[in-house]
């Protein structure tokens, strides 16, 4: 959350990618840290066992939610 409101503040527009039982933590630090409307798409979690070609395919299926959250109007 710290690199996606730096990079906010700068104008730079961001999307946070976290894993879904750390969303109330990413909401919690993104309005602790002045930017309580922080874009963040939430994944299935765990990640840290998959092998790279399933991180890829994660990847690929947060795409279309991450294209959107920086393309729609704030």
Do not use: C, K, W
Not at 44 to 65: I, K, N, S, Y
């Amino acid at each position: 959350m710290h690199d996606l409101v730096h990079l906010e503040r700068r104008g730079i527009p961001a999307v946070g990618i976290a894993t879904a039982p750390f969303a109330a933590e990413a909401i919690e630090q993104a309005r602790r840290l002045g930017m309580p409307g922080s874009r963040v798409v939430y994944i299935p979690h765990p990640v840290q066992l998959l092998t790279d070609g399933e991180l890829a395919a994660r990847a690929d299926a947060a795409f279309p939610a991450v294209l959107e959250a920086l393309t729609e109007n704030p």
